[in-house]
């Protein structure tokens, strides 16, 4: 069965610590993603990826980045958290071809105290 | 934007009966795609309309498209109490910023026993 694996389902960190949430698809997907998804706000696209080294921002950039060393891994990193950065994340993957969903992970729940 | 508005907002219905949710767009698309989210999970794929089809059936869903009106809705027949989730619309429009999609607050689904 193909996955999307996040790496944490539940995560409390510190306001100020660096956090690295990992996401690895085994599709051999050219496409990733990373999402937020707030109560009353829906998914916001953060960043995505269109291949190795490559990065696009997306609606809600700020105070994010991201990695892509290799083709099935997507990490995002918040540089340095804060509490409103507390939310429910989601990665996906896709194929580059058009026509084909999404594959999303379970994602992971963050909060920043 | 393009991304997709789902109506309503929440919807409450008993096991068998049918449930339609409405999703309106505002751009040009070359496909459509629904997704379900059951609580605290990812999202999962349910069906995807290029935007040359009308209508498309998967099981118990029914996904009509009309490009004319920018509008597409998504028909559970005979639900049941396991189809309580928050289903999502995604148009995606292909453009040189890459094929990503954005997707709205949902329809909240609800069906009681």
């Known amino acids: 069965d193909v996955k999307v694996t996040q790496s944490s389902r539940y995560l409390v960190k510190r306001t100020g610590e660096k956090v690295f949430l990992e996401c690895v698809q085994d599709?051999?997907?050219?496409?990733m993603f990373w999402y937020r998804q707030d109560p009353g706000l829906g998914l916001r696209l953060i960043y995505f990826?269109?291949?190795?080294?490559?990065?696009e921002k997306g609606d809600i950039p700020e105070g994010y980045s991201v990695s892509r060393e290799k083709k099935e891994r997507f990490s995002l990193i918040l540089e340095s958290a804060s509490t409103n950065q507390t939310s429910m994340y989601l990665c996906?993957?896709?194929?580059?071809?058009?026509?084909?969903?999404?594959?999303f992970g379970s994602g992971t729940r963050l909060t920043v105290v | 934007s393009q991304q997709g508005e789902e109506d309503p907002q929440a919807l409450s219905i008993q096991e068998g009966e049918n449930a339609t949710m409405n999703c309106s767009y505002k751009t040009s698309i070359n496909n459509l795609q629904w997704y379900r989210q059951n609580s605290g999970r990812g999202l999962v794929h349910l069906i995807l309309?290029?935007?040359?089809?009308r209508e498309k059936h998967s099981g118990r869903l029914r996904v009509t498209l009309d490009t004319s009106k920018k509008s597409s809705s998504l028909l559970i027949t005979a639900s049941r109490a396991a189809d309580t989730a928050s289903y999502f619309c995604?148009?995606?429009?292909?453009?040189?910023?890459?094929?990503?999609?954005?997707f709205g607050t949902g329809t909240q689904l609800k069906v009681e026993l």
């Open positions: 990826s269109y291949d190795v080294k490559m990065k």
């Open positions: 995604a148009p995606l429009r292909i453009t040189g910023g890459g094929n990503k999609l954005t």
């Open positions: 309309i290029r935007s040359n089809e």
């Open positions: 996906a993957s896709s194929p580059a071809r058009v026509g084909y969903g999404y594959t």
């Open positions: 599709m051999d997907h050219e496409n």
